[in-house]
């Protein structure tokens, strides 16, 4: 909502303010849980972060190298609109949809 009142009738600014504003949020809760967790194992804060940080830049490149894959192998399934049992670009279209509603329909409501 903040997006489409900053930058109205602009569905692609709307997108990429939502997934900047609702990503690192749900990021940050997984990391305060994760350090909550070594609390209460007794391990110290710094290497509680030091592995968060490294499953992080792990988790980044491996994230990518499936993406690409994925994406590539699979192709013509992602653009169909319903996919199939085990593929869909369902997640993608909500994007899509929320920006439009949002972003380009969203000073007129």
Request: aromatic content about 8%.
């Amino acid at each position: 909502m903040l997006g489409s009142y900053i930058l109205p009738g602009n569905p692609v600014a709307n997108m990429y303010c939502a997934m900047y504003g609702n990503n690192p949020q749900v990021q940050a809760i997984a990391l305060l849980e994760d350090l909550k967790l070594g609390v209460y194992l007794k391990i110290p804060p710094r290497q509680t972060f030091l592995a968060q940080m490294m499953g992080t830049v792990v988790g980044a490149i491996l994230n990518y190298i499936m993406a690409i894959s994925i994406l590539t192998e699979q192709r013509e399934v992602l653009l169909t609109v319903s996919g199939n049992r085990i593929w869909s670009g369902q997640n993608a279209q909500s994007y899509n949809s929320n920006a439009i509603a949002w972003g380009a329909l969203g000073p007129k409501m």
